[in-house]
Nanobody, 121 residues
């Protein structure tokens, strides 16, 4: 069984920084794309940043220049370094990964349980 577990959320003042981590575990043959999404109260879940298995990245316009996504393929981890945080970054952040649990099974979409990030003075 595949699990994604996020950590690193919390309360931070505007202008501050946080680093989110997501660890994949369980029966995993391969991982393709990984990413971070967020959902603020009353809003739809949106893509924040994504990274391919080869390291190509994609960011939402609202976080470009402030957030950096990275991954460690050996450790099955993906990270989101968030800087210059703004109150509008407040949301539950979810880790997402395209995982093939066993060879030949094909890719499935998996989600973490989410971690709260609150930016407030």
């Amino acid at each position: 069984q595949v699990q994604l577990v996020e950590s690193g959320g919390g309360l931070v003042q505007p202008g501050g920084s946080l680093r989110l981590s997501c660890a994949a575990s369980g029966s995993i043959f391969s991982i393709n794309g990984m990413g971070w999404y967020r959902q603020a109260p009353g809003k739809q879940r949106e893509l924040v940043a994504a990274i391919t298995s080869g390291g190509s990245t994609n960011y939402a316009d609202s976080v470009k220049g402030r957030f950096t996504i990275s991954r460690d393929n050996a450790k099955l981890m993906v990270y989101l370094q968030m800087s210059s945080l703004k109150p509008e970054d407040t949301a539950v952040y979810y880790c997402n990964a395209e995982i093939e649990p066993q060879r030949g099974w094909g890719l499935n979409d998996y989600w973490g349980q989410g971690t709260q990030v609150t930016v407030s003075s």
